[in-house]
């Protein structure tokens, strides 16, 4: 698997996580404490998250750190 494959599943599987959990962009960027746009970046592909940024995510949304490598 290569980086680009990693980073479109990241992002992919935090934006359906968030939205399974019906919490908006805004409102998870504020409990994660990342802007906003930010958030939008990573969700749209465009900036590759830290590992930090995405136990966090993780752990807002209450989901399995797992969970955001799975296909």
């Known amino acids: ?3 680009k494959n990693i980073l479109e599943k ?3 599987n935090i934006r ?15 409990m994660v404490d ?8 990573i969700e749209n592909r465009k900036a590759n998250p830290t590992i930090v940024i995405v136990v966090k995510i993780c752990k807002v949304l ?3 750190l797992s969970a955001i490598w799975s296909e």
Request: proline share 0%.
């Open 1 to 3: 698997m290569d980086d």
């Open 10 to 12: 990241v992002s992919d």
């Open 16 to 30: 359906l996580a968030r939205l399974q959990k019906r919490i908006s962009q805004e409102k998870l960027a504020e």
């Open 34 to 41: 990342i802007s906003t746009k930010y958030l939008n970046m």
């Open 62 to 64: 209450n989901i399995e």
